[in-house]
């Protein structure tokens, strides 16, 4: 089991900013692939970005140029730092951690950007 913990989301003025955390904890194996989704009321659960242990990143068309997946192995901790950011953006977000086809899911936290 792998236990993931996110921090960081709130309350944001369009064209701001917030930085997420997500902290990995449990049996966790390498190589594997760490990430952000969103959920926007009425929607579905959407890819944002994803950051393997190696380092390659994957953006969603909509978020790139604005947001930055990075990660710290040493501490098994994924970030996502949102800049510019649009009401579109208003979803609650989810840290995902897949390792041998397992999936993992964080409880979210949402993420909120007024006009």
């Not at 510019?84 to 041998?100: F, M, Q």
Request: net charge positive; with cysteine; glycine share 12%.
């Amino acid at each position: 089991q792998v236990q993931l913990v996110e921090t960081g989301g709130g309350l944001v003025q369009a064209g701001g900013s917030l930085r997420l955390s997500c902290a990995a904890s449990g049996s966790i194996f390498s190589p594997n692939v760490m990430g952000w989704y969103r959920q926007a009321p009425g929607k579905q659960r959407e890819i944002v970005a994803t950051i393997a242990s190696g380092g390659t990143t994957t953006y969603a068309n909509s978020v790139k140029g604005r947001f930055t997946v990075s990660r710290d192995n040493a501490k098994n901790t994924v970030y996502l730092q949102m800049n510019s950011l649009k009401p579109e953006d208003t979803a609650v977000y989810y840290c995902n951690h897949v390792a041998r086809a397992l999936y993992y899911w964080g409880q979210g936290t949402q993420v909120t950007v007024s006009s």
